[in-house]
């Protein structure tokens, strides 16, 4: 045993003895062997798996963005149409508008017309009344004057009518010669 003591004392405590080192060997050998032939494959294909899921990921991120964006171009398409369509029914209710104040403005410029002349019609009517009325009314005051005047009595109704209307005819000429001379001046 101290034959054995002298030989260990003698050796590097670093380097191993031959022995170990061939035992260490196959063992290393037969561990890498194993987990290459079993832990490798399985290794290999998780990593595979998990490659094609990031893909897989990735593409349909890539669809999920495409298709969002025809999703917003359709909605600014949409956004854009139902614009220019408000803007076409504003336009449209204004013209209407427009429409709309030119009738009652026409209805209210005939109803205008035809108020004035209901009034200038009946003004004219209630003129024609009072000419007539007085006419009569001056008829029968020139009758009475003239009998008071004569001195007899001008009942006779042929008479009495012939001479208001050349009375009457009388004072309508002289307003117009009246009108004339004032003109001339």
């Given at each position: ?5 002298d030989?260990t004392t003698?050796q590097?405590?670093?380097l191993?003895?031959?022995?170990e080192?061939?035992i ?5 050998a ?7 032939k079993m832990l490798?494959?399985r ?5 595979e798996?998990?490659e ?18 025809a999703?917003?171009?359709q909605?600014?398409?949409?956004l854009e149409?139902a614009?220019h ?9 204004r ?6 104040i030119?009738e009652m403005?026409?209805r209210?410029?005939a109803?205008?017309r ?20 007085l006419?009569a ?5 020139a009758?009475e ?6 001195g ?5 109704q042929?008479r009495q009518?012939?001479m ?5 005819d009388?004072?309508d ?5 009246v009108?004339?001379?004032?003109a001339?001046?």
């Amino acid at each position: 045993m101290i034959n054995l003591a002298d030989s260990t004392t003698s050796q590097n405590p670093l380097l191993p003895s031959w022995p170990e080192f061939i035992i260490g060997t196959i063992c290393f050998a037969i561990v890498f062997g194993v987990l290459g032939k079993m832990l490798l494959p399985r290794l290999l294909k998780m990593l595979e798996e998990r490659e094609d899921a990031i893909q897989g990921g990735i593409n349909r991120a890539d669809e999920a963005q495409a298709e969002a964006q025809a999703v917003l171009a359709q909605y600014r398409a949409q956004l854009e149409a139902a614009k220019h369509e408000a803007s076409q029914t504003r336009e449209e209710a204004r013209e209407q508008g427009a429409q709309i104040i030119a009738e009652m403005r026409e209805r209210a410029e005939a109803e205008a017309r035809r108020i004035t002349e209901a009034a200038q019609a009946q003004i004219d009517a209630e003129r024609q009344q009072a000419l007539i009325s007085l006419r009569a009314e001056v008829g029968t005051l020139a009758t009475e004057l003239a009998s008071r005047i004569v001195g007899e009595s001008l009942t006779d109704q042929a008479r009495q009518s012939r001479m208001v209307d050349r009375f009457l005819d009388g004072l309508d000429a002289q307003p117009n010669r009246v009108g004339q001379s004032g003109a001339a001046q």
